[in-house]
């Protein structure tokens, strides 16, 4: 009789476990904006804000990268036209 409790509770805790592993499947990211369509802010975050965000995440192509010692210079080193 043991044996027959034994297996019945085994063959429960399975279940339950199984059932919790397909419970942890991750949902699909939905993103939101919040945008005024008709209002004062329209142009701004309207129709058009909302075509762009679903459109190219990457508009620009990245052609180097500077080092920071390089990238900032200070001004007795600088060639900048605009110093004076």
């Known amino acids: 009789m043991k044996r027959v409790f034994l297996a019945a509770w085994a063959s429960v805790l399975a279940l339950v476990a199984t059932t919790a592993a397909m419970a942890q ?5 939905k993103l939101g904006g919040i945008l ?6 329209a142009d701004i975050t309207g129709p058009g804000s909302e075509m762009a965000a ?3 995440w990457d508009d620009y192509k990245l052609l180097a990268t500077v080092p920071g010692n ?7 080193t600088s060639r900048c036209p605009l110093k004076k």
Do not use: I
């Open 70 to 76: 390089e990238a900032f210079q200070s001004l007795e």
């Open 54 to 56: 679903r459109g190219r």
């Open 36 to 41: 005024d369509m008709s209002g004062l802010y």
């Open 25 to 29: 499947d991750k949902p699909p990211l």
